[in-house]
Structures are given as C-alpha cells and as structure tokens.
C-alpha cells in the first residue's frame, strides 16, 4: 500500500492551495492530514471512527473527531469547509450517496480517491480464476472486506453526470514502478486508481431542516 | 524537596490558602447576593516558568478537592485523586507544566462554603449561604491566578463537574486559556441528571438531624448524607461494571437471609461507600455543589449552544466513554458540534470502556491522548519547560 499512499497523496496535495480549510473523512492515522498541514499549511480536521487511528492523529497534533462519516458530517453548516477529502473510503460507506452530496455541502469543493474496479488486473484475476479480485491495496477476502460499495471509473463518470455533480479534474494513477500518474487513454481498463476533484452541481446541496 | 519521592510522583505536596474579595469588594453572585470574604483551598505541582506560560488548572469533580497529585505525608496511604495523571513524566508532566488544584468555592474541603464562619454572624453559614453557581466557582478560580501573576493558563482539564468548569472557562474567560479538555460532562443537566440529585438532596432535608441545615456542633445528618452518596455511586458505574465487580455474590453468607439485612455484596458496598463519604464531606456541602450542576446550562443566557460558545477561542479535546450513562456521549457531541458550527479546533475522543462514568478517574486511554493532546500544544506554543533551578 505504500507506493500508492505516497502517489495518492501527492496527487492530492498538488488540488489544494496553500492555507485551505481541509476536512479528511476516513483520515485513518493522519498521515495526509499531516502533510497537508506541513505542506500546505491547510487548517485541518480528521473524521474517524477507529480507536488508534484517533490516537494516532491526537499524537500528530491534529484535531480529529471520532466518528462515523456517514453521519459525522451532519454538524459542519453548508459551505463551512474549503475542501472536503475522501480518500480510499468511498467503498466503505455504508451510504456512499449520502456521504457524496454532504461532502459537496459542506465542502467548496470535493475530493474522491478510489480504486477502479475495472482494472484490467481485477477483470483479468476474476476472469482467469474466477474469485473476488485481491490486490495491494484491497488485500481482504469477500467474507471480511469493509469495502461495501466498489464501482469503476465509467461507475462514477455516470453518476456524477446522472446527479449533475461537476466533475472539475481526474487524476489516474497506477502503483507499477513506485506509483506515478496514468495519462494514456482508456483509464477504466488501464488505470488502477482515480483523483477526482467535485464540486455541487448548479444550486448545490443544502442542509435540510 | 527530599529525594525520598517515587519516579513518576509528585512526592509531598501541601494544601495552601488565599483569601480575597474582602468585603466590601466582595464577589457578585450570578444568582444575587455577594461573597467575601473568600477562601480558596489549593494545591500545585511543578515549576512555573519565567514567561509564566506552563500553567495547567485542574478541575475537580462533584466530591473531589485540590489534592488531585502526591501525598500529604511519607506514610499517606492514598495519594490525590489524579495522581497517575500528573507528575514528573507522568500526561500532564510536572517537568514541564505549572499544575494548579483549587478546591471549589461551596465545598468543605478548606474553600469557603456552606460549612465555613460567617464573619458577620461568627456562627457557619448553614444554609444562609448564598446559592452559588459554576460560573461563581469559575471566577473564583480566576482571582487565585490573578494572585499568582498567571494571565494565561496552558490548559484547562476537568471531569464530570470539573468538564462544566472547563467550558465556562472558555466563554467567560476566552482569553485567558489556550486549551480546554472538558471529559464526561455536558453542556447543560439532563432531567435525568437532575432527578439523581435531587434524590440525594431530599435524602438529606427528610433526616431528622438535618434541622434547616443548621447542625454544625450536633448530630449530622448521617444518614441523609450516606443515602445520597449511594445514589451518586449507582449513577457512577455502568450496569457491566457491576456485574463484574458483584454480580449477585453474597455477602459473609452462604444463603440468602430471608430478612432485609444485607444479603448481596453490591449493598455493602454502597453502604461502605455511604458512611465513608459522610466522615470526609459536608451535607450541606452536597446541597450546594449538587443544585450548582443542576442550574448549570451553557446555553443561556442566549438559548443557544451555538452562540454561547462563539465567544470561546481556544482549542478543545472533548473526551467522553462509551459506558458513561450518567454523562453520555451525546451530550459531548452536543459541545463537539456547537464548536465545529463555530469554526472552532476540536478533537473528539469517544473512549472504549466498560467502566462507565468513574472511567475518568481510572488509568486508561485518556491518559495517553491527554499527554500527547498537551505536548502538542506546548510545542506549538512555544512554552517553554521551567529552567532546572
């Protein structure tokens, strides 16, 4: 997973300008958090729900708030945050939709990084050995995976089109040779993971009362 | 100091006295009626630093007092209640901070309260002491730094009772604290939570000694008292707590007496718990500090949470446990979501334990997030550690 942390997180730092208002949901130990603190001198909050995971941030100096992120986005009023990160986590909310229109409430702007499931390397372990696909990053098996709620680039290209989402950058990155960016063409066969910079579409989502 | 002392404790510690707001500048009740002369109770650890920078206020809960670290004597069996908390080393490290411990005002352990001499009259207050608030006890605590030169506290760090102090501390004194760590409190008493207290109360004024709260040199209502303390240590411990400590284990018999003595090792220990609260705490005391927690509402006097706690401007680590039924987590996240609406640094733990509400007081977790929450801040602020004399 290393390669990729590093890759992704790259990415990452390189959408959001200096001294940002950054909110990481799924912030695990605070490792982006942090650089992005350092880095970018971003003033930053962490949402997770794991016990060391919040250990590990508090320990970082981060503010970090135990929690759900399918609901821990609740309290932050609309547009409070300048950019709203979900990083490798999307697969693991219980309600992905949910979580998408509220990150895009309260955030300016959104980031989503996720795993493509249309990789050829997942097409092909499925199509050759005919089990669930397991690769560095999504090491579990089927029976103890969080990863709940798996799409592919074309997936997500659909539905932020279908919801009006605006889809402002993509990002492809594959972990091969140390991780670098992916910039040929048909990324939902050829790319293992994906950046995307959102925003709400026209109108926007607003806390309802 | 001796280098008779434990690595890791404080060692011996004393318990010291200021008096102020002598009358006529006595202090301005928020329920009416004024104060003076006041005496706080305290204790402190540690050194503070030439930029008088390192300075940490601990808050005490309902029943607790100043001695929150070391011990009284090389032979005292029981060290402060915080004591693995706080000493060289230790979370909230003596080597580094200024840790101050006041005994709050209403109390009965050296602060003036409802057991102290009305000078005016030569006779204790009784219950003709005035009802006191946590802001009361909070700007009290705000004249004992103002004596000791201490403009800006690092941090303060309260459970229960003590986590209400906190929270005052940051709206009514938003400049004078860089950190608040209010732990398994809330915002404002539940119904329920006043319901426990008044149980206790009424326990008190129903016994025959009580008489108006005036029994100062007679009987004390011991048994008023001891019945209100068991009530507290119901609310204190979860439902799983108990069943490990006593399950329905009998005690000093092997059968069940088919009488109403005590048959189960759970009643003997809240009458242990009982007698023992009324050697060391005063009944009116009790009155006081539990109808204090009761009135106390953060969110007036706008109504709002929200805008009360606008004024606050330090950073916050909200803790809470998961067991605590007596103060729970959902009324933390309450504080937690009125800072985030306010734009305000926060970190929210919600701990893991099964011990309920006394989790506070145990070692555990807290400890650990409380140390790092602590070096962060001083390291960030540039607080400097006491030169080594």
Not at chain 2, 259 to 275: A, M, P, W
Request: glycine share 12%.
């Amino acid at each position: 997973m290393s390669p990729l942390t590093r890759i992704d997180h790259s990415v990452i730092l390189g959408l959001i300008p200096h001294g940002a208002r950054v909110l990481d949901l799924g912030c695990g130990d605070g490792s982006l958090l942090d650089k992005l603190v350092r880095e970018r001198g971003v003033r930053g909050t962490g949402i997770e729900i794991d016990d060391a995971g919040v250990r590990d941030c508090i320990a970082k100096g981060l503010p970090v708030l135990q929690g759900d992120i399918d609901e821990g986005l609740r309290d932050f009023p609309d547009g409070s945050i300048d950019y709203v990160i979900l990083n490798q986590t999307i697969q693991a909310a219980k309600k992905p939709v949910v979580v998408l229109q509220e990150m895009l409430r309260v955030g300016r702007k959104g980031i989503v990084g996720f795993p493509n499931f249309a990789y050829w390397r997942m097409r092909w372990h499925l199509l050759t050995r005919g089990r669930m696909p397991r690769t560095d990053f999504l090491h579990y098996e089927w029976y103890d995976t969080p990863n709940i709620h798996f799409c592919s680039i074309r997936d997500f290209d659909r539905y932020c089109e279908k919801t009006g989402i605006v889809v402002e950058k993509r990002i492809f990155i594959n972990t091969g040779g140390g991780g670098k960016v992916y910039g040929g063409g048909r990324p939902n066969l050829f790319a293992e993971n994906a950046v995307y910079l959102l925003s709400a579409p026209p109108g926007g989502f607003r806390k309802e009362d | 100091m001796p280098h008779t002392r434990q690595p890791g404790s404080v060692g011996p510690v004393k318990k010291q006295f200021h008096t102020f707001c002598e009358p006529p500048h006595e202090l301005e009740l928020e329920g009416g009626g004024r104060l003076g002369p006041i005496t706080l109770a305290y204790e402190t650890y540690g050194r503070l630093n030439r930029e008088k920078s390192n300075a940490i206020l601990i808050l005490h809960a309902l029943t607790g007092d100043s001695h929150a670290a070391g011990i009284y004597a090389e032979d005292d069996p029981k060290p402060g209640w915080w004591d693995y908390l706080i000493g060289p080393g230790r979370p909230v490290d003596t080597d580094k901070y200024f840790v101050i411990c006041s005994n709050v005002i209403g109390g009965c352990q050296g602060s003036t309260g409802p057991a102290s001499v009305n000078p005016a009259t030569g006779r204790p207050y009784g219950l003709t002491f005035p009802v006191i608030t946590v802001n009361d006890m909070v700007r009290a605590q705000a004249h004992l730094l103002d004596h000791m030169g201490i403009d800006r506290l690092l941090a303060v760090l309260g459970g229960s009772m003590g986590g209400m102090q906190a929270l005052v501390w940051s709206v009514l004194f938003p400049d004078r604290i860089m950190a608040a760590i209010p732990i398994a409190t809330t915002a404002k008493h539940s119904p329920q939570q006043i319901a426990f207290n008044q149980v206790g109360r009424a326990a008190i004024m129903a016994d025959s000694h009580f008489n108006g709260g005036d029994y100062y040199g007679g009987e004390i209502p011991r048994s008023g008292l001891s019945l209100a303390r068991m009530v507290g240590h119901i609310t204190y411990r979860s439902d799983e707590a108990m069943h490990e400590r006593f399950g329905r284990k009998l005690r000093g018999k092997k059968a069940l007496g088919y009488n109403f003595g005590i048959d189960f090792e759970v009643e003997s220990f809240l009458h242990y718990q009982g007698d023992s609260f009324v050697e060391r705490f005063d009944a009116n005391a009790y009155l006081y500090i539990t109808k204090a927690i009761d009135y106390f509402d953060l969110s007036m006097p706008s109504g709002s949470l929200t805008a009360e706690l606008a004024r606050a401007k330090c950073k916050f680590l909200v803790v809470s446990f998961s067991s605590d039924w007596l103060y729970p987590p959902y009324q933390s996240k309450e504080v937690v979501k009125s800072l985030l609406v306010n734009g305000i640094d926060a970190t929210y733990c919600e701990i893991e334990t099964r011990f309920g509400h006394d989790a506070f007081l145990l070692p555990g977790e807290m400890d650990t997030i409380i140390g790092n929450f602590l070096a962060n801040l001083a390291s960030r602020g540039g607080i400097k550690a006491p030169s080594v004399s």
